[in-house]
């Protein structure tokens, strides 16, 4: 049987302010963990359309396509597209799972939840030529998954190709968050057995991981017998997790010392009422500058995650929260507009307040404001939020969050780091065209690398050896002058 498997690109594409490397940075796990279900003997093309033009001239029996929020027009094209030929189409995802009345005049089978269930079960109905027409999880465990096929990722297009998830959803509900109304009916956090974890990061070659899972640290035990595992593995990752799983034992001890070298946080906001509204409770009361200087002492960088225009927002916001960023050094910052998903708490409070204004989901990036604001007007949150990005990432924030760090090692590495990802957009770029982006990743391994102190003060201040070797060796032709000059 010959088998398409299809990420269709996000709107956002086709924006001018479109990052190509944000989008070249992840391949397409979620379809990849599908394709370990069909047989050896099927004919397998797994498609990314944000890194490669996508042929739709061929003529596949099965065609699976993920549907997220903003792809979700475009997917449905791609979907009527291979019907009109006689393919049967299945589509799912998180937009799928949140909208299926939406999606069923698209599809010959529509999937709820997670697919590890009911995919194999789908193939079954499919070869007896008794296919449902919807399927929705229910039984919820990661035991016994056939390893990715990691086979069908083309590599040299991706900086993070070995991006990994060991665990399925969140312990935490927050009202804005996806994961409620997509693992509904099931167990909505679950993890990989520790041994098959261990043994999926040994299939993956090099020294760096990306863990996407939502909160690695969620299941305290899981997390520490996981570290206990990585630790002597010799590899550098990155990974997610909440305030309170930092303040909270030692397990953030323990990930550092298994190679735990950056992490994204959701702080969200500063307001306490502004976190009761989106029962974001673990954040409630929470110390989020002792979190942050215990990362800081055990070397993890951290990219924070800030929402602007909850109701408690007002047009100090930006400001407040970019400063606090900058002075307490958080290297890179992802800001987004509140956007109400559907499925979510959020869209059903917004829309039972008739404050929903648009239901265009290509506009639902976090970048547009898609709602009724309260204290803000909508063009003071998109102003705000634009302006919090641009003054974020100056040269001059850069440099001052920068040098709030102790070390002389650790101020370089915050600069190289936030400097990297969002100055040398031209670099990246070439990297992205002529195919090259894994080639990057030892320069990406050598940032991450531990930090050592040189003795009292750290006043030599210099990378180790290694470091600045693979600093200058790997970087292209036209950011050496830079790293040479700054280092
Ligand atoms: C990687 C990632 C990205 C990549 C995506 C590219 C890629 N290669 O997948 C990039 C960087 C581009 C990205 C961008 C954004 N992302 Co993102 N991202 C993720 C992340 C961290 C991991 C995705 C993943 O690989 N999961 C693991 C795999 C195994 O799961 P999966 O992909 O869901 O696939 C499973 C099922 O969905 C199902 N399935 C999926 N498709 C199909 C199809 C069929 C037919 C079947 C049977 C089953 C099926 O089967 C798979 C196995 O169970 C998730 C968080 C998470 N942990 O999932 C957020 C997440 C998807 N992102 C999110 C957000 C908010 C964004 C941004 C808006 C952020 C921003 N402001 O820029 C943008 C735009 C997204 C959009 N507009 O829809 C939200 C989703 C919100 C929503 N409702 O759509 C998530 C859930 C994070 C969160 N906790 O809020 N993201
Ligand atoms: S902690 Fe993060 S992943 Fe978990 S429910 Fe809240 S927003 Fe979602």
């Keep these: 049987m ?24 992840f391949p397409p796990l979620g379809l990849a963990t599908l394709a370990a279900y069909l047989s050896p003997d099927d004919e397998i093309d797994l498609q990314d359309q944000h890194v490669e033009e996508l042929n739709l001239d061929d003529s596949p029996d099965l065609v699976v396509v993920q549907v997220y929020i903003t792809n979700a027009y475009r ?27 939406e999606a069923a005049p698209h599809a010959d089978s529509l999937f709820l939840g997670p697919g590890e269930e009911t995919f194999p079960q789908f193939l079954i109905d499919f070869k007896k030529r008794q296919p449902k027409k919807i399927y929705s999880s229910s039984i919820r465990t990661l035991k016994g998954i056939p390893p990715i096929r990691r086979d069908l990722i083309k590599r040299s297009l991706y900086l993070v190709p070995n991006s990994i998830v060991v665990t399925r959803g969140c312990p935490h509900h927050c009202d804005f968050c996806y994961k409620d109304a997509f693992f509904e009916g099931g167990k909505t956090f679950y993890t990989q057995l520790v041994d098959d974890a261990l043994a999926e990061i040994d299939r993956l070659p090099g020294r760096h991981l990306y863990f996407l899972d939502d909160h690695l640290l969620g299941n305290a035990k899981f997390a520490s017998e996981l570290f206990d595992g990585i630790k002597g593995m010799n590899r550098v990752f990155q990974g997610a997790a909440t305030i309170d799983s930092i303040l909270r034992g030692n397990l953030i001890e323990k990930a550092a ?6 992490l ?13 509204q989106s029962n974001k409770k673990q954040n409630l009361e929470k110390d989020y500058t002792k979190a942050v200087n215990r990362l800081h002492d055990l070397g ?43 499925g979510t708490a959020l869209y059903k409070n917004m829309e039972k307040e008739g404050r929903i204004r648009t239901r265009n989901w290509d506009l639902y990036d976090t970048r547009h404001v898609v709602y009724q604001t309260k204290q803000l007007t909508a063009d003071e949150l998109k102003t705000g939020y634009e302006w919090a990005y641009r003054e974020f990432y100056s040269w001059a924030n850069i440099l001052t969050a920068s040098w709030q760090h102790d070390l002389y090692k650790h101020k370089l590495k915050h600069f190289f780091y936030a400097g990297g990802w969002k100055k040398f957009e031209s670099i990246w770029n070439f990297m992205i065209k002529t195919k090259n982006l894994t080639s990057m990743l030892p320069l990406l391994e050598s940032i991450l690398s531990k930090v050592k102190p040189n003795g009292p003060g750290d006043s030599k201040g210099e990378f180790d050896k290694f470091q600045i070797n693979t600093l200058t060796k790997t970087a292209p032709v036209s950011m050496k002058p830079v790293y040479e000059k700054s280092a």
């Design 2 to 25: 010959k088998v398409k498997l299809i990420l269709p690109a996000l709107a956002e594409a086709e924006s001018p302010f479109w990052r190509p490397i944000k989008y070249s940075l």
């Design 75 to 101: 997917a449905y094209r791609i979907a009527d597209h291979y019907r009109n030929q006689g393919a049967y189409v299945i589509l799912g995802g998180l937009h799928v799972t949140s909208l299926p009345e």
């Design 257 to 262: 010392e298994a190679g735990l070298r950056s």
């Design 264 to 276: 994204f946080i959701g702080f969200e906001t500063f307001s306490p009422e502004n976190l009761k």
């Design 300 to 342: 993890i960088m951290i990219n924070g995650s800030f929402v602007f225009g909850l109701d408690d927002d007002d047009t100090d916001v930006f400001k407040r929260t970019v400063d606090w960023g900058v002075k307490n050094a958080i290297t890179t910052s992802t800001y987004h507009i509140l956007t109400p998903y559907p």
